[in-house]
């Protein structure tokens, strides 16, 4: 168990559905890249807060209004807890905290562990022990309280367990930063008062590795100077460098991270360009995100997978020799997933939907830059394109985070759209969003639409999930879709990649012509009328984008690139 080299920090990590240690497509990723380290046997390990009422349970009522309710979920079911405590301190006090184990296992039996931390201990005050409760809650106190357990709590508990020669620590994100401190900390104790100030610092970034995943500058976690000296009082390392971490009053726990990583990458090659420019005194690489292909394949496509392409799950590379599988056994496989959505759209939304009409997803965070109701732009002009091309019908979900108005008011506005349309386009918004639901929803629709407000789409990632299960995309180029579009061929463009200005998010007329224009007089003919070039499209994005947008292939760039180099 302690012979790990690599340990890797992230705020949140989807272990599985019914754990809610996460939110959105940060935690996802973070899941799929430990489940693929499991694969590969690699020695790392995890660490992530416990959220022990998880993000929260979306409650939408019959006009889109969502309200949220606490997650209650049994943690003895699914984790085992670790015979052991440690303790930090936050301004003047001493906060205990304990830890949860989960391990993943990968194809080939090897695990990797990953460790949950907990401050429900008996003797932290009321307030401390609610620091790992809710993913993203309370106010910049409770955040930085927080990232504090995460970074500084999470170093102390890897040493409690034993694991004392990690060469690496992987921060995804920069909420895990805090790490930093406390291994200058472990430095200057075991040296004394040998070495300056900054060759500590370089020692320390020898072994940090930083994944950004914010596209604009208001994403990055900062915290007021006052704030920071004030929680960080006792953090010795803190007090002594906080001259040069803290800037225009601050502690950006990106620039910390920065500071003090040799290794920093964006997730995708665009997102490099955006994240260079907005940090241009830090030399920042790509190496573009994927997805665990066997989790987010549905059960009939890796039986698919499994009888024709036998050792696609030891090597995803080789899903490119999809492009060889008979189009009727993609159909049927994909039918197989269609069916399984449409009779679990039906049975909660009771939508009615018809596993004869073409489907169109849309699931991802409830966030104005995510633009969802781009499609209802000129409702009249969507309801003349299903009269003349055929049938649609569409399926939504997605969370807006409490306190993000913008994209609460988005799913209003969709169900709102749902009722102008009256029936002529069946639509159904599930709530709850969920891995499970997501996995539903790009496994069984038969377009991936993607709507992002360029550049603010650092990579995304279910439309790598569609791709997986033969499903095309329809997209604005954004994030990962700039490498990953053939036009024609993996599925169709929005518009061109150039970044647009407005704030807040708008639509422009011209991106809506495109995305009328391409369903009317491309993607809707040839489902219709045209299967069998429909399903060469479908071919295409597995064998081309499902074979390399996965995190098989992303972790083998990590090992190379950011921890053994």
Known sequence: MTQASIAYFSMEI??????????????????????????AGLPIVGITLLSRHGYFRQILDENGNQSEQPVWWPVDDYLVPVDLHISLTLEDREVAVSAWRYDIQGYGGDIVPVFLLDTDCDNNSDYDRKLTDQLYGGDAEYRLCQEAVLGIGGIRILRALGYHNIERYHMNEGHSSLLIFELLDELKQSQGNAGSKQDRIAHIRQQCVFTTHTPVAAGHDRFSQEMAYRVLKRCDPFQECADELCCYNELNLTYLALEASRYVNGVAKRHRETSQKMFSGYPIDSITNGVHAYTWTSDAMRKLFDERIPDWRLDNSILRYAISIDKEEIFLAHQAAKQTLVEY??????????????????????????????????????????????????????????????????????????????????????????????????????????????????????????????????????????????????GWAIGNSEPHEQQPPTVTEAETNILYSKLENLIMPLYYQNRDAYLEVMRHAIAINGSFFNTERMMSQYVTKAYFK
């Not at 989807?14 to 694969?39: N, Q």
């Open 14 to 39: 989807a272990l599985e559905s019914a754990i809610p240690t996460y939110s959105g497509g940060l935690g996802v990723l973070a899941g799929d890249t430990l489940r693929s380290a499991a694969d």
């Open 345 to 490: 759209v039906n049975k909660v939304s009771n939508a009615g939907m018809d596993q004869r009409i073409m489907t169109i997803g849309f699931a991802r965070r409830a966030t104005p830059y995510k633009r969802a109701t781009m499609i209802f732009n000129d409702i009249e002009r969507l309801r003349k394109i299903t009269q003349h091309c055929g049938k649609l019908q569409l399926v939504f979900a997605g969370k807006a985070h409490p306190q993000d108005q913008g994209g609460k008011a988005l799913i209003r506005e969709i169900f709102s759209s749902r009722d102008k349309l009256n029936g002529d386009i069946r639509i159904a918004y599930l709530p709850d969003y969920d891995m499970e639901i997501g996995r539903l929803i790009t496994a069984g629709v038969d377009l991936w639409l993607n709507t992002p407000m360029p550049p603010m789409e650092a990579s995304g990632t279910s439309g790598m999930k569609a791709a997986l299960n033969g499903v095309p995309s329809l997209s604005v180029l954004d994030g990962w879709w700039i490498e990953g579009c053939i036009e024609g061929v993996t």
